[in-house]
């Protein structure tokens, strides 16, 4: 069937829940209301108030209770409004959903979700458009994915609830209701920490994820190189090997991510690659990313956010050497 990204996830959840009477939905709105993107709707109706919990305003709050339920046997999926907002749950995610696991030798588990809407391009207010997922995937013991398309989304969520650790599950917000593709209706898992080759290429290898992997694929469309483009799902786990192997047959590796440049995700993918794949690079690492300031509000966000035109240079400068 098609769907778009909201109604795939919105899927994920309810097939999961109907399947396991352990996952529950908690968070501001997400009843009655079916969120702020109208993500959950449907769901209060059909499974009730002691699965799809509307929470007071408190992230924390909101975060605390979904760690108690996890390791008291559900599986939480919690809704935090927008990625702006997420911040203030990371004093319960590092400090114990982390580590829970190595706190009791394994005999708790934290199986929860913690989903927000991720990311800029829809011209939002201020921390509603942020993209830091690189201080999710810094924690040890808690899983970082971010999905690019509405098949991606539904398995990989899919994959994210039935995990027995904690998963911060980030969505893009400008791919929400932007396309519609065939997903499959019956349920599916897409293992967490396996990239995906969108398009291969001998030239240049471009690693990104989210949402802009569609900027990247616009791009290539009228390329004159051969351009192997990666989508890395998950930041943690990351998947290494995929990336290291394209790289080493290209010789060249441009990062493409909106979140700010210094200490962002794509530094770390880079150092990497210097680590692993340096003998076969034919030219500098490449990042094309946001800049170290704040996300802007409306007027100046197509100039933060990169775009076609700012891979071509990157790609035009990388194909100098």
């Known amino acids: 069937m098609q769907l778009n990204l909201v109604q795939a996830i919105n899927q994920a959840m309810y097939q999961e829940m109907e399947r396991d009477k352990s996952v529950m939905v908690m968070g501001e709105d997400v009843g009655k209301d079916g969120g702020v993107f ?4 449907g769901l209060l109706e059909k499974f009730g108030e002691a699965r799809v919990v509307d929470t007071p305003l408190a992230e924390a ?3 605390g209770t979904a760690i108690g339920l996890a390791v008291n046997g559900m599986r939480p999926v919690l809704e935090i409004q927008f990625d702006g907002f997420t911040y203030i749950t990371l004093n319960q995610l590092i400090s114990h959903a982390a580590r829970m696991r190595m706190r009791s030798r394994g005999k708790y588990t934290v199986p929860l979700v913690m989903r927000a809407p991720w990311g800029g391009g829809v011209r939002a207010l201020e921390h ?3 993209s830091m997922e690189a201080i999710y995937a810094h924690i040890p013991g808690v899983k970082t994915v971010i999905p690019s398309s509405p098949k991606e989304a539904k398995g990989l969520l899919i994959s994210a609830i039935r995990d027995p650790d904690p998963v911060v599950f980030f969505e893009p917000k400008r791919l929400y209701r932007a396309f519609k593709e065939e997903v499959p209706e019956e349920p599916y898992t897409i293992p967490l920490g396996e990239a995906r080759i969108l398009q291969e290429g001998k030239d240049i290898t471009m690693i990104t ?3 802009l992997t ?3 694929m616009e791009y290539v469309q009228n390329a004159k190189y051969g351009i192997e483009i990666i989508d890395i799902r998950s930041l943690s786990p990351f998947d290494e090997n ?4 394209s790289v080493k047959k290209t010789g060249r590796a441009i990062i493409v991510s909106e979140s700010p440049k210094s200490g962002g995700f794509a530094a770390e993918i880079s ?3 210097a680590e692993k794949a340096l003998m076969s690079l034919n030219a500098p690492i490449l990042r094309v990313s946001g800049y170290d300031v704040p996300i802007p509000l ?7 956010l990169p775009d076609t035109a700012r891979i071509g240079k990157a790609v035009e400068e990388i194909m100098k050497y």
Not at 298 to 304: G, P, R, S
């Open 38 to 41: 109208r993500v959950t709707q």
């Open 61 to 63: 709050g909101i975060m």
């Open 128 to 130: 509603h458009s942020e």
């Open 209 to 211: 994820w989210g949402s």
């Open 214 to 216: 569609r900027t990247c």
């Open 242 to 245: 995929t990336v290291l192997a």
């Open 271 to 273: 150092a990497r690659i």
């Open 298 to 304: 409306a007027k100046l966000e197509d100039y933060y």
